[in-house]
């Protein structure tokens, strides 16, 4: 198991321009409401999350590595874009300040459980 990290410029590597800068905003404006974050065998990143739009919509994320040590971010989400959309990336910043810059327990849930939304 090789743990590695990431950093908001992998962030803006996987993700257009507009989708990063509007993920960002909903990431500063509270909008990730569960994040549960944990490692699987090989070190990669799996994220189960809630993030507010025009209403609560869940994300399954995986960040990996591939062979050329890249940072791939795939996430998909129950929203109408489906798949590495701007929920993706505000729970993407969530975990980068909560997860790596406080390297807080490496599992463990925050905030509210969905069922309590
Ligand atoms: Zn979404």
Known sequence: MQEFNFS???ISDNFDTLTVSRGLRYYQQNAVLHCQVGRDRDGDWEIESV???????RQ?????????????IE???????GHN????????Y????????NTLPRYGIEQKAPEEL
Do not use: M
């Open 94 to 101: 969530y975990i980068l300040h909560n997860h790596i810059k």
């Open 85 to 92: 959309c701007k929920h993706v990336v505000a729970a993407s």
């Open 60 to 72: 399954e994320i995986s960040i990996y590595q591939d062979t050329f040590h890249e940072i791939l």
């Open 8 to 10: 908001s410029s992998d």
């Open 75 to 81: 996430g998909n989400c129950s929203c109408p874009v």
């Open 51 to 57: 993030v507010r739009g025009r209403r609560p919509y």
